[in-house]
């Protein structure tokens, strides 16, 4: 079945180092790929989202190219601040399906040091 | 705009009981779907509505249940705990045909199954 694979955390950096999450899919079709964040004391929140392949999901800074060769939608950002200290979900669903079935990942947790 | 809203946020029961959990979904969404979420995990799919109806089912067993209303406003039933069904519940709201991906989650309630 369809599954997703993150780098297990925590992952601990100083603030406006680089950030990289990795995450790699194995999926059976063609699904849209996803970074949701829960925030402390917040609910998942999505991040950005790319819906085929070589397309780009960027917000807030954060960045992930869909690749479908590699099978992979790493989550990067070049310069870290303490407020993205979260959970990080990747995520893929498929259009035409339950809307509502989002796959995830078992979550990154970062941690940014002043 | 009212976001997700679950209730409670904590509860506590044993073995054997019976639980309901609610949520009430962002104003203007009309479909509804709950995540369980283990310690450690991602969340996972239990099932979606739409119009009142089931709309897609992840694996879980029968004993989870759940309704929508006309509000859209929802609950999730489940029957016999078990001390594995111990986690963080998580209700999303979406708006059909729109964003296909894109949920919105609630804080989500924790249960804990003694």
């Known amino acids: 079945g369809d599954s997703v694979t993150q780098m297990e955390g925590p992952v601990t950096l100083s603030e406006e180092a680089f950030l990289t999450i990795n995450c790699t899919y194995t999926?059976?079709?063609?699904?849209?790929l996803f970074w949701y964040v829960q925030y402390p004391g917040e609910g998942l929140q999505l991040l950005l989202k790319?819906?085929?392949?070589?397309d780009k999901g960027s917000n807030k800074g954060f960045e992930a190219t869909y690749r479908k060769e590699t099978t992979s939608f790493h989550l990067e950002k070049g310069s870290v601040q303490v407020s993205d200290s979260a959970v990080y979900f990747c995520?893929?669903?498929?259009?035409?399906?339950?809307?509502?079935?989002?796959?995830f990942g078992k979550g990154t947790k970062l941690s940014v040091k002043p | 705009e009212t976001g997700v809203t679950q209730s409670p946020t904590h509860l506590i029961k044993t073995r054997g009981q019976q639980v309901t959990l609610r949520c009430s979904s962002q104003?203007?969404?009309?479909?509804v779907s709950w995540y369980q979420q283990a310690l450690g995990q991602g969340p996972q799919f239990i099932f979606q509505?739409?119009?009142?109806?089931?709309?897609g089912r992840g694996n879980f067993p029968p004993r989870f249940s759940g309704l929508q209303f006309p509000n859209y406003s929802s609950e999730l039933n489940v029957n016999a705990l078990e001390l594995d069904d111990s986690a963080l519940y998580l209700c999303?709201?979406?708006?059909?045909?729109?964003?296909?991906?894109?949920?919105?989650f609630g804080e989500g309630s924790r249960l804990t199954v003694l």
């Open positions: 999303a709201s979406s708006l059909a045909g729109k964003n296909t991906g894109e949920l919105f």
């Open positions: 999926a059976t079709g063609y699904p849209s």
């Open positions: 790319a819906t085929k392949a070589d």
């Open positions: 995520a893929l669903a498929y259009y035409g399906g339950s809307q509502g079935n989002l796959i």
């Open positions: 104003s203007g969404h009309n479909t």
């Open positions: 509505y739409y119009r009142e109806e089931e709309n």
